[in-house]
Nanobody
Framework: QVQLVESGGGLVQAGGSLRLSCAAS????????VGWYRQAPGKEREFAAA????????YYATSVKGRFTISRDNAKNTVYLQMNSLKPEDTAVYYC?????????????????WGQGTQVTVSS
């Protein structure tokens, strides 16, 4: 069993930055691919970014590419999402998730464990 806890969310003005953290406990997350998803009010959960267990492959949604950076520190059992140049449309609850596999990481069904989410609000 893997428990995931997100942190780092908050209120920021447009153009600002936040760094989200996804800390794992229980089993190590080092052998898992980890993704970040987000869900805005009234919308479906959508993929934002993902990283394989080794960090060898990284994926981004078109909407965040060039602004968000996903990284991981396996020694700390933590995955990060650095978010720069934030826009009001980035406002959402952000979730991290862990998958035993390394394929189709933009599909929610491949993930085995999910965190509870952290709120990110970007004001205009």
């Amino acid at each position: 069993q893997v428990q995931l806890v997100e942190s780092g969310g908050g209120l920021v003005q447009a153009g600002g930055s936040l760094r989200l953290s996804c800390a794992a406990s229980g089993r190590t997350v080092n052998n898992y691919s980890v993704g970040w998803y987000r869900q805005a009010p009234g919308k479906e959960r959508e993929f934002a970014a993902a990283i394989t267990w080794s960090g060898g492959r990284i994926y981004y949604a078109t909407s965040v590419k060039g602004r968000f950076t996903i990284s991981r520190d396996n020694a700390k059992n933590t995955v990060y999402l650095q978010m720069n140049s934030l826009k009001p449309e980035d406002t959402a609850v952000y979730y991290c998730a862990a998958s035993r596999g390394a394929g189709a990481l933009d599909r929610a069904y491949v993930y085995d464990y999910w965190g509870q989410g952290t709120q990110v609000t970007v004001s205009s």
